[in-house]
């Protein structure tokens, strides 16, 4: 594991990308390696800038990351990128597109890119991008982009990974209103109002602007809203402008710790919560509480009285959550 770690913190990319698919496998028999892997990484973490860039299907968010890549490049920053894309609900299968559209920067040496499946998350972004982000912090990138898949109001789960969220819209794309309805606004640090070359995209600007002044004093951060055009890169060092003056806002402001502590505080709920519902579904399999079952259906026993001895069963049981 050691040789791993150092691999990885030399930014190794055949050791990066093993990490990530090993963080990605469901396989009980990969969940111990996965764990060390991690908890080895840890302390080499807590140092890459986290940007999500999110938005509907069709937005074109990868286009956008590509010409951001390129531009952030130039200022001489490494980049690894976390595309997550829509897992089928049928083939279960993902459709890894976002690569090829990023193919000039497959060769760059401070570039490193990985398509993951979103496996049926909420919000669109797996649960292993989180732990993928953590590899590429290891690994020394500057920075992180993670692009998600643009789900509608599930999209609030980026929230909980990245430091910074813009939030791609793009004209014709519905009435801004609804975007605003369906809580998206409350994780949007900057709005790009892209493919701004359309007609209706001054319109959309005028729309978020009047809407956000609606806010104007609820925040000490106001977003901005600025405009772009992302097949031929109009608008993009206006954009890093932008997210680099949220960034210094945070560090600025003490938010940029606060944020991070309350994340992680969060990740740690949610695992618990995982291994715990797991376990339950585990012990509720034994006979005897097969045998409760009855006693509830037959209304020989209430409800919170099975519940209750389910939960001693669990807690009282012994054995690791």
């Known amino acids: 594991m050691e040789s791993w770690v150092e691999a990885i913190r030399r930014g190794e990319r055949r050791r990066i990308a093993?990490?990530?698919?090993?963080?990605?496998?469901?396989?009980?028999?990969?969940?111990?390696?996965?764990?060390?892997?991690?908890?080895a990484l840890y302390p080499h973490t807590g140092n890459a800038w986290l940007v999500g860039i999110t938005g509907s299907p069709g937005a074109g968010k990868?286009?956008?990351?590509?010409?951001?890549?390129?531009h952030v490049r130039q200022a001489g920053w490494t980049v690894g990128i976390l595309a997550v894309d829509p897992t089928s609900?049928?083939?279960?299968?993902?459709?890894?597109?976002?690569?090829?559209?990023?193919?000039?920067?497959?060769l760059d040496d401070?570039?490193?890119?990985?398509?993951?499946?979103?496996?049926?998350?909420?919000?669109?972004?797996?649960?292993?991008?989180?732990?993928?982000?953590?590899?590429?912090?290891?690994?020394?990138f500057d920075l992180v982009l993670v692009e998600t898949v643009g789900v509608g109001q599930s999209e609030i789960?980026?929230?909980?990974?990245?430091?910074?969220?813009?939030?791609?819209?793009?004209?014709?794309?519905?009435?801004?209103?609804?975007?605003?309805?369906?809580?998206?606004?409350?994780?949007?640090?900057?709005?790009?109002?892209?493919?701004?070359?359309?007609?209706?995209?001054?319109?959309?600007?005028?729309?978020?602007?009047?809407?956000?002044?609606?806010?104007?004093?609820?925040?000490?951060?106001?977003?901005?809203?600025?405009?772009?055009?992302?097949?031929?890169g109009q608008g993009i060092g206006c954009l890093w402008q932008e997210l680099c003056r949220h960034r210094d806002f945070l560090k600025q402001s003490g938010e940029w710790e606060a944020q991070r502590q309350?994340?992680?505080?969060?990740?740690?709920?949610?695992?618990?919560?995982?291994?715990?519902?797991?376990?339950l579904l585990e012990r509720m399999a034994a006979p005897d509480l097969q045998t409760d079952l009855e006693q509830v259906r037959e209304r020989k026993m209430a409800p919170h009285q099975a519940v209750n001895k389910w939960l001693d069963t669990v807690f009282k049981g012994g054995g690791s959550v």
């Open 18 to 39: 093993r990490a990530i698919s090993l963080i990605e496998s469901a396989r009980e028999e990969d969940r111990s390696d996965k764990e060390a892997l991690l908890e």
């Open 62 to 70: 990868s286009s956008l990351v590509d010409q951001l890549v390129q």
């Open 89 to 106: 609900p049928f083939t279960g299968g993902a459709l890894l597109g976002d690569r090829v559209r990023m193919t000039r920067h497959a």
């Open 110 to 140: 401070g570039v490193f890119i990985r398509s993951m499946g979103s496996r049926g998350s909420l919000g669109g972004l797996a649960r292993a991008a989180k732990e993928a982000a953590r590899v590429l912090d290891a690994a020394g």
């Open 157 to 232: 789960d980026v929230m909980h990974t990245v430091d910074t969220v813009a939030l791609v819209l793009t004209p014709g794309s519905g009435d801004a209103v609804q975007v605003f309805k369906a809580g998206i606004m409350e994780i949007a640090d900057v709005f790009v109002v892209n493919k701004a070359d359309l007609q209706g995209a001054q319109k959309l600007l005028r729309e978020v602007e009047d809407l956000l002044h609606v806010i104007e004093g609820q925040s000490s951060w106001l977003p901005p809203v600025l405009t772009t055009v992302s097949k031929n």
């Open 262 to 279: 309350y994340r992680l505080l969060q990740e740690v709920r949610e695992m618990l919560e995982s291994r715990l519902r797991m376990r």
